[in-house]
């Protein structure tokens, strides 16, 4: 049989790693909006099985368990992280309907936005600010006081 061990003893490898992917497609199937049993075509249909079933490794890890951090608080961090690599597009547009599912509203992300040009510059932050606009194309009013 084979083992893994960790910090807390020795389990087997295929229960862990079982473990682990599990809670990496219940990640992506809040990222995705789709039932966790559609997640793995669904990933591996945009980046292919081998990437899919790594990252579905990575999201079962304490990077997106661990309790110090909300979901509200990866949302920012994951917006600001694709911001800053000039990524839009769907990925960005996906991170954003999440974030507004936690709370994000559009006077938050403006302000994200308004926050990041200073530290990122203006050309990327304008580039997510447009696709903050479009997640919330159709809100009325555009603007809110609670950013909610």
């Known amino acids: 049989m084979n083992t893994q061990t960790g910090p807390h003893g020795t389990l087997p490898a295929t229960r862990?790693?079982?473990d682990r992917r599990e809670r990496?497609?219940?990640?992506y199937a809040e990222i995705f909006d789709v039932p966790e049993r559609d997640v793995l075509a669904v990933f591996s249909a945009r980046v292919g099985l081998p990437f899919a079933e790594?990252?579905?490794q990575a999201a079962g890890g304490a990077a997106w368990a661990h309790p110090a951090l909300t979901g509200r608080d990866r949302d920012i961090?994951?917006?600001t992280a694709l911001t800053a690599q000039g990524i839009s597009g769907d990925r960005l547009a996906t991170h954003l309907r999440q974030a507004r599912q936690h709370g994000l509203g559009e006077d938050a992300l403006t302000a994200l936005m308004t926050l990041l040009a200073g530290y990122l510059g203006y050309p990327r932050a304008s580039l997510a600010m447009e696709a903050v606009h479009d997640a919330f194309d159709g809100d009325s009013p555009r603007a809110t006081s609670s950013g909610a």
């Open 24 to 27: 990496g497609i219940a990640v």
């Open 54 to 56: 790594e990252q579905l």
């Open 77 to 79: 961090a994951v917006i």
């Open 16 to 18: 862990a790693s079982d």
